[in-house]
């Protein structure tokens, strides 16, 4: 060790003369298809010395668009040894962000998280399991740090993709974006690219110093911390600001790494910025059907506080933590203004106030107040139950007075470094008392120094009474920390804040009534339109300031609105297609198109997001069970729906097997879930272009079923289905009834399309789209990608609008009420007309009426090869419902009659068909359907059906997946 420290050392000594430089260091290991780079000997000696895997790669990319970020982690680490060896991918991610997607790929072969609903925990005795590793990994969200150790075989890699998605909140007037790097060794390739996208001009753009605090600290602390000189950016660090859209990059090469440190523990990559905002109710953005809605006012005048200080003053708070309260509570006090009015209360074994009730700031009171807190002594154990309850009285006991001014805002402010250890210590009872306490009067903000410290419990007594908790680490600056935190709710300017818009225009609202808006901060809201086509909105905003209540209201122009947060959203993707990727031969986890795909929906996931918080803190003041219960599924479902590792959610991920000569064990054989009862089993074939069978041993869709009448043996109702479908790359068969013939063709689409399968809207009412998804070709191929379909969507308009969505993982079924159906277990659900039977990984049937039903098949892999993806067959089972008049790449064939061309007779037999008095040459080809159960002879038509199909490929193209093709742009025109 002290050598590695000397060799270190004398390299960091070094001037670049004086160094010695490995011009030819072999890199042919981390196969990172780069030039080899000059890196000096000493630090290839530190690598050569590393035991476990070296991390070839780290590349972190977000994107935020209207502070809304998507962020990608990408990481390969290196088995060069034969044996396997433990690779370990760790990385913290903000507290309140949320993991979307965790992906491994280990010996060539994937391993896709999935998200489960979290099971009621049950107390077991000398439960000996606990803990251990059962091939399933658990991982709680509400760790700051995800972390996931797995075996690598020998000369082999492991590549780790997380993904999660977090609402930038503005505080002092700033938003800021963390990035933890952290990867503890020095990594061979390591970039991280931040693209900022807004509506509005971006201002105040800046990127600290690396920040080398341990974990996520609060912006709060940076924000505090004053500086002389402007500081200056990491190193390497390239920005580029155009108006509305940034990009940054930080890429230090190894080198340049181990100047910073050798420990590979960068610190936190600290980016802010602010953006020009609109006066009167706010930036308001439109997309697919979703809105949001950003809200910040300013110039107000401040309204006067009520504040009591409740200082933790036990022994834990002996030196530092007190020292450095006592200097922020010295500065806070000089930043009290004329109006307000405040107390302090110390506790530990016993709660000391200074004074029996609130006084106003005067010169005289702020300097008994520093002598008060000047004489704190630490000493004891911690009553926090006391603590809270003595100063809600006081606080409670004010605002009865006449002194107290009516529009005036109250709030508590808690700080403590420990768990409660003197009179009450159970925190429901805590909680309790300090509702009952509160009286829904005023907030109280919590503040939590240390490791030692119930933060659920700090976090709880927040949200139930509508303030905020704040974290301040162990080695942190608590004393800039905690001026930091009372900046940001220091300067009240609004109160009880109701937002409210056109009752028949808009349903589920995130929350619109707040107590409190303070300066620098930011309301966002967010919610769905019921009616897409209307031409404008209602908004109307009412709160009360200083002295006066105030209205703020207008119509915004909806169309206006969605075409600008479409051009936002082109910048964004534009960016992120001009933008580089890992290097690392995973091209079908290429993240430019899975953020891509997230980014335009970005408004409905912002929806997703904060509707998710709302859940959880709804259950959290619950005063019932059956309430609590409600509040619990609805954000449960949410989390499901956008795959949200929340605290109702547990992210469920197979670990590879590796033997212990250092190869990876078999692929297990599995049974796939049958179709038709015991009839049909998938035997997981794909067909390729040509028709031909491709072999997939990799793909597993399930053992057993969930239900009692299935999983005991009983025989399922057999499925009848036609042969019209819409299968695999896509390919597309159609039986046409009236002429006793079917035909096939491929559609050669691009990932993002979104096709129109079945287009009745005007009579039926129901509309199916399918959404494109590509995928590499396998090896061989003489494709370049091929592309399936991996969300379907039903749209139905009689009696009522309605509609279902289907993915690999989960239907959605949004009729009256929404619901979100899990694809692995099996369930029927009937909703007016619309029902949907699921038997768990295998098939969706939907059926509407009593005369029209869609079978959708689920392709899903276990551990599938880095070209395989989850996707989805489409069938038609029963067409009687459907019109004439109907359309859509597969509806227009359904009353159709199609013949084939007179031949001379000299001629071969004739391979032309006559569709509409248009001749289509063909070919006879024999098709797989059923996942590969059954053959179909078909006439087979090229160049993405041309001639066969109405019209061309692209007049098949649809804005959204809602589209119902209604509007002079949809398929109806044909």
Known sequence: MLRLTLTVFCFLMATGEDTEFDEDVDLTDFDLGIAPRRVPRQVKTILTKETKPHIQELSIKTTIISRYSFTAVHCALLNRHSAAAEGVFQYAIPADAYISNFTMIVGGRVYQSEVTPKRKKVKQENDKTRGQDSGDTSIESELEVFRMAVKIPGRNRAIFFLTYEQLLQRRLGRYEHVTSIRPMQLVSRLSLDITIVDHSPITNLEVLPLRNGKGITS?????????????????????????????????????????????????????RYDVERELGIGDIQVLNGHFVHYFAPKDLPVVPKNVVFVIDTSASMLGTKIRQTKDALFTILNDLRPGDHFNFISFSNKVKEWKNRLVPVTPLNVRDAKKFIYTLAPTGGTNINSAIEIGSTLLRDYLSTSEANPNSVSLIIFLTDGRPTVGEIQSVRILGNTRSAVQEKFCIFTIGIGNDVDYKLLDRMALENCGMM????????????????????????????????????????????????????????????????????????????????????????????????????????????????????VSSYRWDVALGDIVEDFAERVWGFLSVKDGLRSRLKSKTSKEREEHIKQATNLSLTYNFLTPLTNLVVEKPEVLADGTMAPVPTVSPAPLE??????????????????KSDQRSTGTSHQSNTVGKGQSKKPITI?????????????????????????????????????????????????????????????????????????????????????????????????????????????????????????????????????????????NPAPYQKDHLGFYIGNSKGLSPDCHGLLGQFLYEEVGFAESGVDMAPS????????????????????????????????????????????????????????????????
């Open 219 to 271: 912006p709060a602390s940076s924000t505090a911390l004053k500086t002389l000189a402007k500081p200056e950016p990491p190193i390497t660090t390239v920005i580029k600001n155009e108006k509305n859209v940034c990009s940054i990059t930080f890429n230090p090469s190894i080198v340049q790494q181990a100047k910073i440190t050798t420990s590979g523990n960068l610190g936190d990559f600290v980016v």
């Open 470 to 585: 704040r974290r301040i680490g162990e080695e942190a600056d608590a004393s800039a920390m905690l001026k930091g935190f009372y900046d940001e709710i220091g300067t009240p300017l609004l109160s009880d804040i109701r937002i409210n818009y056109t009752e028949d225009s808009v349903q589920y609202v995130t929350q619109h009534l707040f107590t409190n808006y303070f300066n620098g901060s930011e309301i966002v809201i967010a919610g769905k339109l019921t009616n897409k086509s209307a031409e404008s909105l209602h908004v109307q905003v009412t709160a009360t300031n200083d002295d006066k209540s105030i209205i703020l209201e207008t119509d915004v122009p909806l169309r206006h609105r969605q075409v600008e947060t479409e051009k936002h959203v082109k910048a964004a993707t534009a960016a992120l297609a001009g933008s580089g990727r890992p290097s690392a031969s």
């Open 677 to 694: 009862g015991d009839s049909a089993a998938n035997s997981l074939r794909e067909d390729t272009e040509e028709g031909q069978p491709q």
């Open 722 to 862: 036609s042969k019209t479908s819409a299968d695999g790359d896509p390919h597309f068969v159609v039986e046409i009834p009236l002429s006793k013939l079917t035909v096939c063709f491929n559609i050669n689409g691009e990932p993002g399309h979104i096709l129109s399968l079945v287009s009745d809207h005007k009579n039926s009412g129901v509309t199916v789209n399918g959404k494109l998804i590509g995928a590499p070709a396998p090896p061989g191929s003489h494709k370049q990608q091929r592309t399936y379909f991996n969300t379907i969507t039903i749209v139905v308009d009689h009696p009522r609008r309605a509609y279902i969505e289907v993915t690999p993982k989960k239907v959605i079924l949004d009729g009256k009420d929404r619901m979100v159906l899990a694809c692995h277990s099996t369930v029927t659900v009937t909703s007016g007309v619309l029902t949907v039977a699921i038997v768990g990984k295998s098939n969706v049937t939907v059926t509407v009426g009593d005369n029209i039903s869609f079978i959708i098949l689920l392709h899903q892999y276990k």
């Open 911 to 974: 391979t032309v068909l006559k569709v509409k008095e248009r001749s289509v040459p063909v070919v006879q080809k024999t098709r797989k359907i059923l996942s590969g159960t059954q053959s179909v002879d078909c006439w087979f038509a090229r160049n993405n059906a041309a001639k066969l199909i109405d019209g061309q490929y692209e007049d098949y193209l649809m804005s959204h997946m809602f589209d119902t093709g209604h509007s002079a742009h949809g398929t109806n025109r044909l």
